[in-house]
Every structure is written in C-alpha cells, then in structure tokens.
Nanobody, 124 residues
Framework: VQLQASGGGLVQAGGSLRLSCATSGRAFSNHAVGWFRQAPGKGREFVAAINWSGGRPSYGKSVKGRFTISGDNSKTTLYLQMDNLTPEDTAVYYC??????????????????WGPGTQVTVSS
C-alpha cells in the first residue's frame, strides 16, 4: 500500500492550490481516506476525510468552507482543493488511508497508512 501526495508549493495569501494523492497497491476505493497537516513546531492536525463506502466528508474547523476533499471516478486518486489560503495553512500535508467502513475519525492514531507528505507554503 502506498500513498503519494503531490501538488504542494509556494502560494500567496488568498490563492489556491490543489493537492493530489495517488494510491497504489490494495485500493482504498471503498474505504477511508483523508488529509492531515503538520505546521513547524506543532502536532499533526486533521484537515479532511471521507469514506468512499458512503457518508459525507468531514473537515477540520480551521479549513471548513475553504478546503474541499474529492476523488477521481475510480477513487484511486484523492484531491484536496485549498482556496483562500492564509499563512496559517503553511504546513506539510499528508494523505492517509484506512481499510474501514463507516465514519472516519479526526484522530491521528485512527489512521494506519500515511504518505510522505508535501510542503505547502503560503506567503503573506
């Protein structure tokens, strides 16, 4: 199982970025996938998650209304559309997965599979 995030970079405040996460190996197409982030000197923070088996996406409080989680038709590529970015969104972003049905969790420990992360830097 592999998750590989891409699409990070440098953007000005107010701008947008779209992150992608390619999954390989055993598919997550009917299971849980999501995004976390870690800013310098801070712990990992829940960003967004969805379970492709059903249910609505969930978002962290600080990104709700600005970020959107989605996937391609095959559900093998996960996206995170990030709009109206602020310097506080600067972090390494990780895509995550779990072979589970039902509701997802915002807890780090719930997610066993993590990709290596992609850096997002928002300048003021």
């Amino acid at each position: 199982v592999q998750l590989q995030a891409s699409g990070g970079g440098l953007v000005q405040a107010g701008g947008s970025l779209r992150l992608s996460c390619a999954t390989s190996g055993r598919a997550f197409s009917n299971h849980a996938v999501g995004w976390f982030r870690q800013a310098p000197g801070k712990g990992r923070e829940f960003v967004a998650a969805i379970n492709w088996s059903g249910g609505r996406p969930s978002y962290g409080k600080s990104v709700k209304g600005r970020f959107t989680i989605s996937g391609d038709n095959s559900k093998t590529t996960l996206y995170l559309q990030m709009d109206n970015l602020t310097p506080e969104d600067t972090a390494v972003y990780y895509c995550v997965g779990k072979y589970a049905v039902g509701p997802t969790s915002p807890n780090v420990a719930w997610w066993p599979y993590w990709g290596p992360g992609t850096q997002v830097t928002v300048s003021s």
